[in-house]
């Protein structure tokens, strides 16, 4: 094969090669313009970080992140986030937004995160009342107070309490049994007003608590009036008057198909002469036949049966 042929040859295909290579990389460095131009960078949590923590910088990161992904309070700045208080908790590896953190100069703990006008109030929960551990910080519930009767006579009552009532933070809490042992209880702290941390702290030593879960959009108020016992089982029973019909509805139907039965005679009928006076004058003799003996109680009476 002739040389200069082959010369040829490999100085296309070294250009080729280098044409390849200036194409890949300016299209790759256009890339990372694009890119560039669409990510920003952002503080995150390395961790999760509870409600009411003093953010600390070996919590936070700064990286870079979609602008389509990131919302208007995400915050650019390490400074900007150091020191402050948390009042929703973070979790690891989502941007810090302003809302989930307290004015400068907030202190940690729960008094920083607490609304203008109200007391955190803990309440003891177990795994029923506590809606099998769902229940967490920024949470909204119902609290229900189920009540033992305070007089003779009187009946237990349930009743919905508090409402759309914001959980501050779940915890737990060293506590003496009455044997003296001590024993850990679940908590949960709840965002109330001081006359509904009146309420519920009498509601949680004269009775039972149980917490229901709401929609974090729902404001609604229900007004309910309570249950009962009574309330349960009438409920119960209007249900099976609606499935059954009620005994006197049953046995008015039901007696308007059945043939009617005679009672079987117990005695023979006494019949009376159609020629008797009505006067009290002496009537003529009657011939008597066989007699019948009634019993009442202690007193027996013979019967004669006329012919």
Do not use: W
């Not at 200069?4 to 990389?25: P, Q, V």
């Not at 150091?82 to 302003?98: F, G, H, M």
């Not at 008015?252 to 005679?265: D, E, I, L, Q, S």
């Amino acid at each position: 094969m002739n040389r200069r042929f082959l010369l040829a040859l490999a100085g296309a295909g070294f250009f080729g090669l280098l044409s390849i290579l200036a194409a890949k990389s300016y299209i790759q460095n256009k890339a990372n313009q694009q890119r560039a131009q669409e990510e920003t960078e952002v503080v995150i949590a390395t961790a999760d970080i509870p409600i009411g923590t003093e953010i600390a910088p070996d919590q936070i990161a700064v990286v870079k992140y979609p602008k389509r992904l990131l919302s208007q309070e995400a915050i650019i700045k390490r400074e900007e986030v150091v020191s402050r208080v948390t009042v929703a908790e973070i979790a690891a590896k989502t941007p810090i937004l302003t809302r989930y953190l307290a004015s400068p100069g907030t202190l940690a703990g729960l008094s920083g995160v607490l609304k203008q006008g109200m007391r955190a109030v803990s309440v003891r929960v177990d795994e029923a009342s506590g809606v099998s551990g769902f229940v967490a910080a920024g949470t909204y519930v119902d609290v229900i107070a189920i009540m033992p009767p305070q007089m003779e006579g009187a009946r237990q009552v349930s009743k919905v309490i508090l409402q759309n009532v914001r959980v501050l933070a779940g915890g737990q809490q060293m506590q003496t049994r009455n044997d003296g042992k001590a024993t850990l209880v679940n908590t949960i702290s709840l965002e109330v007003a001081p006359a509904q941390a009146e309420k519920l702290k009498l509601a949680e030593h004269e009775g039972k608590l149980q917490l229901s879960i709401r929609n974090t959009t729902d404001q609604i108020v229900e007004h309910t009036p309570g249950a009962t016992r009574r309330d349960v089982l009438a409920d119960e029973s209007l249900e099976r008057r609606a499935t059954f019909g009620t005994r006197n509805n049953y046995g008015a139907a039901n007696a308007a198909a059945a043939p009617v039965r005679p009672m079987p005679a117990m005695f023979p009928t006494i019949q009376i002469p159609a020629n008797a006076p009505a006067n009290g004058t002496a009537a003529k003799p009657v011939k008597v036949g066989p007699s019948v003996e009634l019993i009442e109680g202690s007193k027996r009476t013979r019967v004669d049966i006329l012919q």
